[in-house]
């Protein structure tokens, strides 16, 4: 998949009084495909996956792909710390024509690389769509090697990787080692810029929840634009500093949805437990933040 690339929004889940809030989805789907970015993964960290019902999970699909056009692409994130269960998420993603799947490194049992590679394996073996590996070791406890990550690259349904350590050395060895096929993703919005202008593949995103117009922009200077216009898109990212910052002031995604119901875009910023809403002072740090960027009015 030669054009799998671009920016692709880690899309949240909204919930009204325990339950997926669908008119909300609806309005940020549409802002969404609006913007010009290239998709949006569905049930990744960002959408709170491990709270979610396998019901819940096929009517999302089902729901966001009745409201987008098919050239907008919906990856579906697949993990799970069993690798059978990852396979028969897979599965059930690719029946309801996901366009790829994303599997996080299996958190909490922490195997080996071996293990890592076996666990992959397997569940490409048994795919009928594209696989983005996910390395994410703040959130899950294990990483990837990049060792590990060039004798998966080999694998044709192993298309990608969302690397989200920030680490731009690391991204660079394995856009060195994985070659220009293979599909490097960042996921980290502090360092994505960087990492598009060294060669990577695109963003999966969560400020651009927020801002999608402006990210699909940027994104273009980096890939397509002169020097001048590469250093500008550097230049204008900066004053998202503070906003990157709050985003993460407490665990992703109970920022972004406050930042959300404050755009008026989801009707609640409420979350699953054991996730809970944002703490009153880091909302109104928040709430200032949008309004300095112009964000709101």
Same mark, same amino acid.
């Given at each position: 998949?030669?054009?799998?690339?671009?920016?692709?929004?880690?899309?949240?889940?909204?919930?009204?009084?325990?339950?997926?809030?669908?008119?909300?989805?609806?309005?940020?789907?549409?802002?969404?495909?609006?913007?010009?970015?290239?998709?949006?993964?569905?049930?990744?960290?960002?959408?709170?996956?491990?709270?979610?019902?396998?019901?819940?999970?096929?009517?999302?699909?089902?729901?966001?792909?009745?409201?987008?056009?098919?050239?907008?692409?919906?990856?579906?994130?697949?993990?799970?710390?069993?690798?059978?269960?990852?396979?028969?998420?897979?599965?059930?993603?690719?029946?309801?024509?996901?366009?790829?799947?994303?599997?996080?490194?299996?958190?909490?049992?922490?195997?080996?690389?071996?293990?890592?590679?076996?666990?992959?394996?397997?569940?490409?073996?048994?795919?009928?769509?594209?696989?983005?590996?996910?390395?994410?070791?703040?959130?899950?406890?294990?990483?990837?090697?990049?060792?590990?990550?060039?004798?998966?690259?080999?694998?044709?349904?192993?298309?990608?990787?969302?690397?989200?350590?920030?680490?731009?050395?690391?991204?660079?060895?394995?856009?060195?080692?994985?070659?220009?096929?293979?599909?490097?993703?960042?996921?980290?919005?502090?360092?994505?810029?960087?990492?598009?202008?060294?060669?990577?593949?695109?963003?999966?995103?969560?400020?651009?929840?927020?801002? $999608? !117009?402006?990210?699909?922009?940027?994104? +273009?200077? =980096?890939?397509?634009?002169?020097?001048? @216009?590469? *250093?500008?898109? #550097?230049?204008?990212?900066?004053?998202?500093?503070?906003?990157?910052?709050?985003?993460?002031?407490?665990?992703? $995604? !109970?920022?972004?949805?406050?930042?959300? +119901?404050? =755009?008026?875009?989801?009707?609640?910023? @409420?979350? *699953?437990?054991? #996730?809970?809403?944002?703490?009153?002072?880091?909302?109104?740090?928040?709430?200032?933040?949008?309004?300095?960027?112009? !964000?709101?009015?």
């Amino acid at each position: 998949m030669s054009d799998f690339k671009g920016v692709y929004t880690a899309l949240v889940t909204p919930f009204q009084n325990g339950e997926v809030d669908f008119e909300s989805l609806r309005r940020i789907v549409k802002f969404q495909e609006s913007a010009g970015i290239s998709g949006c993964v569905l049930m990744g960290t960002t959408g709170e996956t491990p709270t979610l019902t396998d019901g819940e999970r096929q009517e999302i699909f089902s729901f966001v792909r009745s409201e987008t056009g098919e050239a907008f692409r919906l990856i579906v994130g697949t993990s799970s710390f069993c690798t059978r269960k990852a396979i028969e998420l897979t599965s059930s993603a690719a029946k309801w024509g996901a366009d790829a799947a994303m599997v996080v490194t299996p958190y909490y049992n922490k195997p080996p690389q071996r293990g890592l590679i076996h666990h992959y394996l397997e569940i490409a073996k048994n795919s009928s769509i594209p696989i983005l590996l996910y390395n994410c070791p703040s959130r899950t406890g294990v990483s990837l090697d990049v060792e590990s990550i060039e004798v998966l690259s080999r694998n044709p349904s192993i298309i990608g990787i969302k690397e989200a350590t920030g680490n731009l050395e690391f991204a660079k060895e394995i856009i060195k080692r994985c070659g220009p096929d293979f599909k490097v993703f960042s996921g980290d919005d502090a360092s994505w810029l960087q990492l598009v202008g060294m060669g990577g593949h695109g963003v999966i995103s969560v400020i651009s929840n927020l801002i $999608p !117009i402006k990210i699909a922009i940027l994104y +273009r200077y =980096m890939t397509s634009g002169d020097a001048d @216009e590469k *250093r500008q898109a #550097l230049k204008e990212f900066e004053r998202y500093r503070e906003l990157l910052s709050l985003l993460t002031i407490e665990t992703n $995604p !109970i920022p972004v949805k406050m930042a959300l +119901r404050l =755009m008026g875009f989801i009707e609640s910023a @409420e979350l *699953r437990s054991p #996730l809970v809403s944002l703490g009153e002072e880091h909302a109104d740090l928040l709430e200032q933040e949008l309004r300095s960027l112009g !964000i709101l009015h």
